[in-house]
């Protein structure tokens, strides 16, 4: 039965009667390269090499083609019987052994693109040939009857046959895996330039008597054009320079006129040039495919930095998309806002309504505002373009209108607000703004994490060169495996919080960015559910003490749903202010705040009315959306100032509140930018500051 791995007889006996053939046909071309008056090697052994190749490329099973071929012409040569035996088994064996370990235990690629091909290829020839020469060696002490082993003999036949395998091997092997290849017309010109240098140096050395040149040997300078060709040529191009090079050593060493055809111990002196031709061989083949290797992983490392560029593209667009996803929902969520704030606080001030219903209205409101406002900024810290605007901050201040900010929330759920705070005044550098915004979210996360009418503690106190502020509450807790998570954003303590009390959790996140960008810390502290939580935010204070800003430079604080009443005099003066929205219900609203406190309003609702009511009334203030259909806000306002014959002020009013969108508005020629829903108490403020100018 035949074996499996076995090729079919129609198959093989044609690749069987080539193989013999062939090797036949190399054989009796082989033992003509015995130098006379040597030990009986020749300097290299050609069908080792062919040997090799034929069962790693056809199959190990056409072995019987090589013992045959071997029998024939050794037969016809005269040889004894036993010694052609022992010959034949010896080559046999060499190639099976080579082609097995390649195949079984190197995974050797004929391209002998890596360092493990050839290292593989010369550990096969080293293993393969020593048992060769081995076998070689014995039959000839046994069947001669010669006195001892000959260790010369065994030296002759293992150099002979290894480099056979490294100089002729890894060339079959690679032009006939791949014999076809394509080259630009420079390349051609550079392959013809550095084969042709080879050529022409391997025929001065090894078939002329020059031999050197001023002394020098042309040896040396041969290894120049073989770095050429193992830096440019590749593994293909460094085969064929050591085939060329074994090959014209080997027939010059008998037919032309080199060192060796003079030299009075030809024995030494076949030794010293198989040893030149096998170790320029060893070092090239290793070169070549370390050099090849590294080019291959040069351009595996650049097919990565593509994708890693092409992922980064993606991955910054995709990050673009959900910014200007989130940058519009706040202004779409924004718009409605507006007219429910203005219309809650017509409310207040006409007095309507029952009270506890207008400041659960109001909490709510700030609520979803101060949502809106935290989903923006950290997106903008996730993408490195938040800024801090850092100056001289008094602690007190800052805690004052945090509480301030939360004060509807805790009301609403009927805490205790509990403060300790430290008598002496403490200033550290920081953003007023973003610091109030932090310690908001602290007590905001405990009102919402509280069941009514808990308690909230508010505790700051200094410590050497730092400033602890901590927010303790008496509600749910954290499991502790969930402290570290409760900084994440979209996470948050998960143990313990109903549906009702479930939310997108990004306060606490925003908080310890935030604080990080102060250079401080916050950590948080819970003995488990049921058992409140303790969160601390900690701040490195200056070592001077800083310098307090002028008043009149002072960020001025958002005052939605703020308590404050009118600025003292800000009714001192009409103005005639032109409100222009798309939002009609917003526009209404904030109409008739303004009309509460005295002023003239003008409605439009597109870019043309209000171009048209403008160029009529010649309004002192013009109260701008940006987001208008046909002409945007900015373009309006240019128009507006371009064909205003008096001074006009224009005040920018939309659901964009980034810094690239003030910094739009005021290339636009806006004197201020409101960021929709708009307490009255800002727009107010911001008149009398318009006034004040």
Same mark, same amino acid.
């Given at each position: 039965?035949?074996?499996?791995?076995?090729?079919?007889?129609?198959?093989?006996?044609?690749?069987?009667?080539?193989?013999?053939?062939?090797?036949?046909?190399?054989?009796?071309?082989?033992? +003509?390269?015995?130098?006379?008056?040597?030990?009986?090697?020749?300097?290299? !052994?050609?069908?080792?090499?062919?040997?090799?190749?034929?069962?790693?490329?056809?199959?190990?099973?056409?072995?019987?083609?090589?013992?045959?071929?071997?029998?024939?012409?050794?037969?016809?040569?005269?040889?004894?019987?036993?010694?052609?035996?022992?010959?034949?088994?010896?080559?046999?064996?060499?190639?099976?052994?080579?082609?097995?370990?390649?195949?079984?235990?190197?995974?050797?690629?004929?391209?002998?693109?890596?360092?493990?091909?050839?290292?593989?290829?010369?550990?096969?020839?080293?293993?393969?040939?020593?048992?060769?020469?081995?076998?070689?060696?014995?039959?000839?002490?046994?069947?001669?009857?010669?006195?001892?082993?000959?260790?010369?003999?065994?030296?002759?036949?293992?150099?002979?046959?290894?480099?056979?395998?490294?100089?002729?091997?890894?060339?079959?092997?690679?032009?006939?895996?791949?014999?076809?290849?394509?080259?630009?017309?420079?390349?051609?010109?550079?392959?013809?330039?550095?084969?042709?240098?080879?050529?022409?140096?391997?025929?001065?050395?090894?078939?002329?008597?020059?031999?050197?040149?001023?002394?020098?040997?042309?040896?040396?300078?041969?290894?120049?054009?073989?770095? !050429?060709?193992?830096?440019?040529?590749?593994?293909?191009?460094?085969?064929?320079?050591?085939?060329?090079?074994?090959?014209?050593?080997?027939?010059?060493?008998?037919?032309?006129?080199?060192?060796?055809?003079?030299?009075?111990?030809?024995?030494?002196?076949?030794?010293?040039?198989?040893?030149?031709?096998?170790?320029?061989?060893?070092?090239?083949?290793?070169?070549?495919?370390?050099?090849?290797?590294?080019?291959?992983?040069?351009?595996?490392?650049?097919?990565?930095?593509?994708?890693?560029?092409?992922?980064?593209?993606?991955?910054?667009?995709?990050?673009?998309?959900?910014?200007?996803?989130?940058?519009?929902?706040?202004?779409?969520?924004?718009?409605?806002?507006?007219?429910?704030?203005?219309?809650?606080?017509?409310?207040?001030?006409?007095?309507?309504?029952?009270?506890?219903?207008?400041?659960?209205?109001?909490?709510?409101?700030?609520?979803?505002?101060?949502?809106?406002?935290?989903?923006?900024?950290?997106? =903008?810290?996730?993408?490195?373009?938040?800024?801090?605007?850092?100056?001289?901050?008094?602690?007190?201040?800052?805690?004052?209108?945090?509480?301030?900010?939360?004060?509807?929330?805790?009301?609403?759920?009927?805490?205790?607000?509990?403060?300790?705070?430290?008598?002496?005044?403490? !200033?550290?550098?920081?953003?007023?703004?973003?610091?109030?915004?932090?310690?908001? +979210?602290?007590?905001?996360?405990?009102?919402?994490?509280?069941?009514?009418?808990?308690?909230?503690?508010?505790?700051?106190?200094?410590?050497?060169?730092?400033?602890?502020?901590?927010?303790?509450?008496?509600?749910?807790?954290?499991?502790?495996?969930?402290?570290?998570?409760?900084?994440?954003?979209?996470?948050?303590?998960?143990?313990?919080?109903?549906?009702?009390?479930?939310?997108?959790?990004?306060?606490?996140?925003?908080?310890?960015?935030?604080?990080?960008?102060?250079?401080?810390?916050?950590?948080?502290?819970?003995?488990?559910?049921?058992?409140?939580?303790?969160?601390?935010?900690?701040?490195?204070?200056?070592?001077?003490?800083?310098?307090?800003?002028?008043?009149?430079?002072?960020?001025?604080?958002?005052?939605?749903?703020?308590?404050?009443? =009118?600025?003292?005099?800000?009714?001192?003066?009409?103005?005639?202010?032109?409100?222009?929205?798309?939002?009609?219900?917003?526009?209404?609203?904030?109409?008739?705040?303004?009309?509460?406190?005295?002023?003239?309003?003008?409605?439009?609702?597109?870019?043309?009315?209000?171009?048209?009511?403008?160029?009529?009334?010649?309004?002192?203030?013009?109260?701008?959306?940006?987001?208008?259909?046909?002409?945007?806000?900015?373009?309006?306002?240019?128009?507006?100032?371009?064909?205003?014959?008096?001074?006009?002020?224009?005040?920018?009013?939309?659901?964009?509140?980034?810094?690239?969108?003030?910094?739009?508005?005021?290339?636009?020629?806006?004197?201020?930018?409101?960021?929709?829903?708009?307490?009255?108490?800002?727009?107010?403020?911001?008149?009398?500051?318009?006034?004040?100018?």
């Amino acid at each position: 039965m035949e074996e499996p791995s076995y090729t079919s007889l129609r198959a093989y006996w044609p690749k069987f009667v080539a193989v013999a053939v062939l090797y036949a046909a190399l054989l009796v071309v082989s033992f +003509n390269l015995v130098p006379r008056g040597g030990v009986g090697t020749s300097l290299v !052994w050609p069908p080792a090499a062919l040997g090799l190749v034929v069962l790693f490329f056809w199959g190990l099973d056409l072995w019987p083609a090589i013992a045959i071929a071997f029998f024939v012409v050794l037969y016809f040569r005269g040889v004894y019987p036993p010694l052609i035996a022992t010959t034949a088994v010896a080559n046999v064996a060499e190639s099976l052994i080579a082609a097995y370990i390649l195949k079984r235990y190197v995974d050797f690629s004929p391209m002998q693109n890596r360092l493990r091909d050839t290292l593989g290829l010369m550990l096969a020839s080293l293993a393969a040939s020593a048992v060769s020469a081995s076998v070689i060696t014995f039959g000839v002490f046994v069947f001669n009857q010669r006195p001892a082993l000959s260790v010369s003999l065994w030296v002759g036949v293992w150099i002979g046959h290894l480099v056979s395998l490294i100089a002729f091997g890894p060339f079959a092997l690679r032009w006939l895996y791949r014999p076809l290849f394509t080259k630009t017309f420079l390349e051609i010109v550079e392959g013809v330039a550095l084969f042709g240098s080879i050529a022409t140096l391997c025929v001065l050395l090894f078939w002329t008597p020059y031999s050197s040149v001023a002394g020098i040997s042309l040896l040396y300078i041969l290894i120049l054009p073989l770095l !050429w060709a193992a830096l440019r040529a590749g593994p293909r191009g460094m085969s064929l320079a050591l085939f060329m090079l074994a090959t014209i050593g080997a027939t010059g060493v008998l037919f032309g006129y080199g060192p060796i055809t003079h030299s009075s111990d030809i024995a030494q002196a076949l030794f010293g040039i198989q040893m030149v031709i096998g170790m320029l061989s060893l070092i090239f083949l290793l070169f070549s495919s370390i050099t090849e290797e590294r080019k291959e992983a040069i351009n595996n490392l650049h097919t990565h930095v593509g994708k890693l560029e092409v992922a980064l593209t993606k991955i910054s667009s995709e990050d673009q998309a959900k910014s200007d996803f989130i940058a519009i929902l706040a202004h779409e969520l924004r718009n409605p806002l507006s007219p429910i704030l203005s219309g809650l606080e017509l409310l207040k001030l006409q007095e309507r309504g029952r009270p506890e219903v207008l400041r659960m209205m109001g909490a709510h409101l700030h609520t979803i505002a101060r949502l809106l406002d935290d989903l923006l900024d950290i997106t =903008r810290i996730s993408q490195k373009k938040f800024n801090l605007q850092k100056e001289s901050v008094e602690i007190h201040a800052v805690l004052a209108h945090a509480i301030e900010m939360v004060q509807p929330q805790i009301a609403t759920r009927r805490h205790t607000l509990l403060t300790s705070l430290p008598d002496e005044e403490i !200033w550290l550098n920081g953003d007023p703004v973003r610091l109030t915004q932090i310690f908001a +979210n602290l007590l905001t996360n405990s009102a919402k994490y509280t069941e009514p009418g808990g308690t909230i503690t508010l505790r700051a106190e200094r410590t050497d060169n730092t400033l602890a502020v901590s927010v303790q509450d008496n509600g749910i807790g954290i499991a502790p495996e969930r402290l570290v998570a409760v900084f994440e954003p979209f996470g948050g303590a998960e143990t313990g919080i109903s549906q009702r009390q479930s939310g997108l959790h990004i306060g606490l996140s925003l908080a310890k960015r935030m604080a990080e960008m102060h250079h401080g810390t916050i950590k948080a502290h819970s003995a488990g559910v049921g058992t409140g939580t303790t969160v601390t935010v900690e701040i490195p204070l200056p070592a001077t003490m800083p310098l307090a800003m002028p008043q009149g430079l002072k960020a001025r604080v958002r005052g939605r749903f703020s308590k404050v009443e =009118r600025p003292a005099g800000a009714g001192t003066e009409s103005l005639t202010i032109l409100v222009v929205d798309d939002n009609e219900p917003a526009a209404r609203g904030l109409g008739a705040l303004l009309e509460h406190y005295g002023h003239r309003v003008l409605l439009a609702y597109d870019a043309m009315e209000a171009l048209a009511l403008a160029q009529e009334h010649r309004p002192d203030v013009a109260i701008l959306d940006i987001g208008l259909p046909a002409m945007d806000g900015y373009q309006l306002a240019r128009e507006m100032r371009a064909a205003a014959k008096h001074p006009l002020r224009c005040v920018a009013l939309t659901g964009y509140g980034q810094p690239e969108d003030k910094r739009k508005a005021q290339e636009a020629g806006f004197d201020e930018h409101l960021v929709k829903p708009v307490s009255i108490v800002d727009v107010e403020r911001v008149l009398l500051e318009l006034r004040s100018r």
